[in-house]
């Protein structure tokens, strides 16, 4: 059975670390590009990092980019379990955070972080973060 399933969210103060956890089942991490995005209230879900299925390489959007590592994606192919940390976590970080599974012919650094490439199938449910005071 397909499924993945995002953890370790909840409320935080700003400044603030989290440790996303996104639990794949039936994906190979091999043969798939597993990917966090997010979607703050009344915006579009915007990528923030996405693993290449090819070498474990990862890719980060320009807005993660910009926040000067404070995202950091890996993974454990052994517990088929990919990571999001966040740290030094601001207020506007506030949103549902999303994990998407993208097959290996449909992945590049390109598309592995935009949503409309993702079949609607292959997303988890998603896990809330707030940051607030």
């Known amino acids: 059975q397909l499924q993945l399933v995002e953890s370790g969210g909840g409320s935080v103060r700003p400044g603030g670390s989290l440790r996303l956890s996104c639990s794949v089942s039936?994906?190979?991490?091999?043969?798939?590009?597993i990917a966090w995005f997010r979607q703050a209230p009344g915006k579009e879900r915007e990528g923030i990092s996405c693993?290449?299925?090819?070498?474990?390489?990862?890719?980060?959007?320009d807005f993660a980019d910009s926040e000067k590592g404070r995202f950091t994606i890996s993974r454990d192919v052994a517990k088929n379990t990919v990571y999001l940390q966040m740290n030094e976590l601001k207020p506007e970080d506030t949103a549902v955070y999303y994990c998407?599974?993208?097959?290996?012919?449909?992945?590049?650094?390109?598309?592995?972080?935009?949503?409309?490439?993702?079949?609607?199938?292959?997303w988890g449910k998603g896990v809330l973060v707030t940051v607030s005071t």
């Open positions: 998407a599974a993208l097959s290996k012919p449909y992945y590049s650094d390109y598309t592995c972080l935009r949503a409309n490439y993702y079949d609607t199938r292959d």
């Open positions: 693993v290449s299925p090819r070498d474990g390489r990862a890719i980060y959007s």
């Open positions: 039936g994906y190979s991490l091999d043969d798939h590009s």
